[in-house]
């Protein structure tokens, strides 16, 4: 896996911000993964979207997520 994530939170660091990632586990183990920001257009509709995350870095396009 890309150290893309170590780079920027690195960089966002001193502007008091990092990116949103979280874990998965798949075929060979724990992988961290980009989380992409989803956000409710209507906000009398009480149903949130769902979580989206990305299967390769956005970054650099290396595969983040190992196939399961």
């Keep these: 896996m890309c150290d893309c ?3 920027i939170n ?3 660091a001193p502007m008091n911000g990092k990116l ?3 874990f998965r ?13 989803t956000i409710r ?3 009398s509709v009480r149903k949130m979207p769902p979580r989206v995350s ?3 870095c956005p970054f650099c396009g ?5 196939p399961g």
């Design 25 to 37: 586990i798949a075929g060979s183990g724990l992988t961290e993964c980009f989380m992409l920001e």
């Design 41 to 43: 257009l209507d906000k």
């Design 54 to 56: 990305a299967s390769h």
């Design 10 to 12: 690195s960089k966002l």
């Design 62 to 66: 290396e595969k983040t997520v190992v």
């Design 20 to 22: 949103a990632t979280s």
């Design 5 to 7: 994530i170590e780079k």
